[in-house]
């Protein structure tokens, strides 16, 4: 099943690195209300990346990091400033990698590897800099570069001109769900990293694979 494969591509948020790591800089900036800001959070920074799709009013990921902040922390009475908020987006660059992540990608090293995020580059580049990562990938692949985000077909089709392949032999990785709905319907192969033990999404496109972290991406190493 390897030999059709010619890159390994990920996914960044919540598949390489863990945005729920930004609980503990909450947890300080905000008397330990870490866990509520860290789940109101993601769950309104994806709805308004969705909904600007929509309205056809996009804007970048890290303006709308910014602002889904903002609203958490209305909805949950929280007084802040901006320095706390600046404090909190900067922990975005920061994330924490997953544990078997940096195993992984090393030994998959000697494969075409690429990251494709709904990130835009001045939180995509900082992060994957950070983590010591950039060396291992051939392609930073972002949305931002043509402003569409996942999983609309025209993002795929960046990542898949961006790569310069047949769809069928991109071999595409993500713990959301949504992302691996968007990416099967393109025509990628798919591996959901269900880290969750989350059900099928109901979107009549069901993964290829589904496996519990990324360390079961090596039985795709020949």
Sequence with gaps: MTASVKAFVFDVYGTLFDVYSVKEKADELYNG??????????????????????MGKYDTF???T??????????LNIQSDSEKE???????????LF???????????????????N???????????????RQLFDKIISVDDIKQYKPTPASYGHALH??????????????????????????FKT?????????LEELDVNPHHIYSDLSHILEWVN
């Excluded at 209300?33 to 929509?54: A, N």
């Excluded at 910014?66 to 909805?75: A, E, G, K, W």
């Excluded at 939180?123 to 994957?128: G, Q």
């Excluded at 991109?170 to 713990?175: D, E, N, P, T, W």
Aim: no cysteine; charged share 25%; net charge positive.
């Design 33 to 54: 209300k870490g866990y509520e800001i860290s789940m109101l959070w993601r769950q309104k920074q994806l709805e308004y990346s969705f909904l600007r799709q929509l």
């Design 62 to 64: 890290s303006n709308i």
């Design 66 to 75: 910014r602002d889904s902040l903002r609203y958490t922390l209305y909805y």
């Design 86 to 96: 600046q404090l909190l987006i900067d922990a975005y660059k920061h994330l924490s």
């Design 99 to 117: 544990p078997e992540v940096k195993d992984v990608l090393t030994q998959l090293k000697h494969k075409k590897l690429a990251v494709f995020s």
């Design 119 to 133: 990130g835009s580059r001045d939180m995509l580049d900082p992060l994957i800099e950070y983590s010591s990562l």
């Design 162 to 187: 961006t790569l310069g392949l047949e769809r069928e032999e991109i071999l595409f990785m993500s713990s959301n769900g949504w992302d691996i709905s968007g990416a099967r319907n393109f025509g």
């Design 191 to 199: 591996a959901w990293i269900n880290r969750k033990k989350l059900p």
